[in-house]
Structures are given as C-alpha cells and as structure tokens.
C-alpha cells in the first residue's frame, strides 16, 4: 500500500498536460533573445523531459513558472511589484497552476491577480527565460518564462496580497532595489508592442 504522506503531496500531473506540451512546443520553437536565454531555454528543454511534473511547484529539481513584464498603453512606464519576501521591485508572475492550458496565459492570469487591472493583453512569444533559486519547497529553481503584457489605457492597479507595492516606473529610469534580470526585460517587450502595433 501507498505511504499516505508520498501520495497525498504528489499533484494529479494529468492537469498539466495542456500546459506541458505547450512550454515544450513553444520553448523549441523559441528564437532566444541573446546568450544567456538560449542557454537558459536549452536548460528549461531538459527539466522539461522529466515530463507534465516539471510544471509544478511540487518538483523539487525545479519548476517552470511564468512572468510578465507589464507595459503601459504607450510604453513609457513599466509596472512593478515591491515584492512582499525579496523587498525588491520585479515584474509580476508566479507558479503555473493546474487549469493553465500554455504558459502565456499563464503569466496573463499571474499579471491580472497580482496587479488587479483587467483587459491585460498578453504577446504570446516569450521576451526572456532566466533560471534562479527559490526558497519554495525547501530550495529549489524556477525556470522563468517571461512575457510582455500590456495595459489598456487608464489602467489603475490594485495591490495584491503577494505585493507590499505597485508602481508604474519610467521604462529608462526603473527602481531600486530592483530584481536581478528585471530591466534587460525592458527592450524586449518593448520591441513586443512595437511588432504588435500598439
């Protein structure tokens, strides 16, 4: 008989199967943004073969979550969270759940929770993927796929309970303390809004 304690943890991977096959078919078919992403894509493709498991929090070897860097109307501003754990300002995102079908409404779901503002508009192609250690499941990696999202205009944010602050920052001009990686997401989803003719 099944030890109790190992089944009850152990998440229902078929829930993540939508979600899996898309993170696989969209990261091969990803052209990287620079070096650091292709090496970064090229490890997420590896955690990956481990199967549906490496979409949830509960792989201790590592997870891959999804973010969005979220853009104003014009992108002149950029919005960003005081996160509550880190006391750093770094774009909106989080874990994958379940009922995610692909990783980009992933992070639109992510960027709606945690900034409160509806009508969101998520570009589908990836602007980066890092890779960094978390103190979730008792240390382990998030594999971050990361988005542009952008704002309809007048949009008013919300904070969540994840987010000590949100604020809209100057895309040249961003704060500190900032997140590791969070500004060179900056010209990618920019060039994101330009290629979507916002």
Known sequence: ?????????????????????????????????????????????????????????????GHVTASALVLDATGGRVLLCLHGKFRKW???GGHCEPGDRTLAGAA????????????????????????????CQGGSLHYDVRFAVFAPAGAVERVSDESEALGWFPADRLPEPLADATAQLVAPALAALRRAGR
Do not use: C, F
């Not at 078919?29 to 493709?45: E, Q, V």
């Not at 945690?114 to 978390?134: A, F, M, N, R």
């Open 90 to 92: 770094v774009q909106l």
């Open 108 to 135: 639109l779901r992510e960027a709606t929770e945690e900034s409160g503002i509806t009508d969101l508009v998520v570009d589908p192609t990836p602007i980066d993927v890092d890779i960094h250690p978390v103190a």
């Open 1 to 61: 008989m099944p030890d109790a304690s190992t089944t009850a943890a152990t998440p229902d991977l078929s829930r993540y199967a939508d979600l899996y096959a898309d993170a696989t078919a969209l990261l091969t078919g990803w052209t990287p943004t620079g070096p650091a992403a292709a090496a970064a894509r090229n490890r997420t493709l590896e955690l990956l073969s481990a199967g549906p498991v490496a979409m949830s929090r509960s792989h201790r070897a």
